[in-house]
């Protein structure tokens, strides 16, 4: 008699029981990297905080923000001409930075 | 209610859940493991090691794992890619450890005569044939996603399923009654 492909089947499968864990998945948890979010969390908090503590010196520093008071007032002198380019640029610049950013997104993925 | 694996995998993604990924090792651990036991021919501590490898891997790299295809078929992948890479470390296969083997079997499922002829039987298969065999005879992978583990052309598993089950047939043949 010959054998058939579903009895082969299944013999290997009885071959081959359930493998108790015996402490493997322990093992492998104590394998894993660290989660990194608490060092990520650290990072953004000093950014914040460095940028917090930068602001208050530049304030502390420039007489109370006198300074962008003057700028901007000097803005409001500007001719219109250079507004309107200053903004087409800005837009344009903006809109490169986004197509690249989209481009490498996909390339990605 | 038993959370899926993507739910698990999902916590895993958001809140790097190392419990959730622990989840997923108890439920796969045992085929993985298994699998590579097989292609070691036998030789448990080194394939214990290589799930071990292939679970820290598998954690790594799990933002890659999209969902086209089952997390088992994924972990196969990783799995085998773990053998082959140490199998080519070796240069050679590691030797068959027989008695080791049959002594980590249940007794109760099979005719310990039929499972020493079965294994000795798989061990003399070609690696090729081997792992298709495995992975679609024994832990009843589709044809397509062999293809997707062993990263070869459908028809190449085919063939090799075919081929290697016509062997071990030959070699059973007296089991056959």
């Known amino acids: 008699m010959e054998i058939q492909d579903d009895w082969l089947d299944r013999k290997l499968q009885e071959a081959v029981p359930y493998i108790e864990d015996d402490g493997f998945t322990a093992r492998v948890l104590r394998m894993l990297p660290q989660p990194v979010r608490r060092t990520e969390f650290l990072r953004s908090f000093i950014l914040v905080a460095m940028s917090a503590f930068a602001s208050a010196l530049t304030y502390v520093l420039s007489d109370g923000g006198r300074f962008i008071l003057v700028e901007m007032f000097r803005l409001t002198t500007i001719p219109t001409l250079w507004v309107v380019v200053f903004a087409l640029a800005s837009g344009m610049l903006v809109m490169a930075g986004g197509i690249f950013a989209a481009m490498y997104r996909v390339h990605q993925i | ?177």
């Open chain 2, 1 to 177: 209610m038993e959370l899926t694996d993507a739910d698990l995998i999902a916590r895993v993604l958001v809140d790097d859940d190392q419990h959730a990924f622990g989840e997923l090792v108890r439920r796969h651990q045992s085929s993985v493991r298994g699998l590579l036991r097989q292609l070691t021919r036998g030789d448990v501590q080194l394939a214990d090691d290589l799930a071990q490898d292939a679970f820290v891997r598998a954690y790594k790299n799990i933002r890659t794992f999209r969902g086209e295809a089952k997390f088992s078929t994924w972990l196969y992948r990783i799995a085998y890619n773990c053998f082959r890479e140490e199998a080519r470390k070796r240069k050679e296969l590691v030797g068959i450890n027989e008695e080791q083997w049959q002594a980590e079997q249940d007794p109760q499922t099979i005719d310990p005569g039929l499972r020493h002829d079965l294994m000795h039987a798989l061990s003399l298969l070609p690696l090729h044939e081997r792992s298709a065999v495995l992975l679609c005879c024994q832990n009843g992978l589709s044809h397509d996603e062999a293809s997707r583990v062993l990263g070869i052309p459908l028809g190449t598993v085919k063939t090799n399923v075919l081929r290697g089950r016509e062997k071990l047939k030959k070699t059973l043949a007296a089991w056959a009654n």
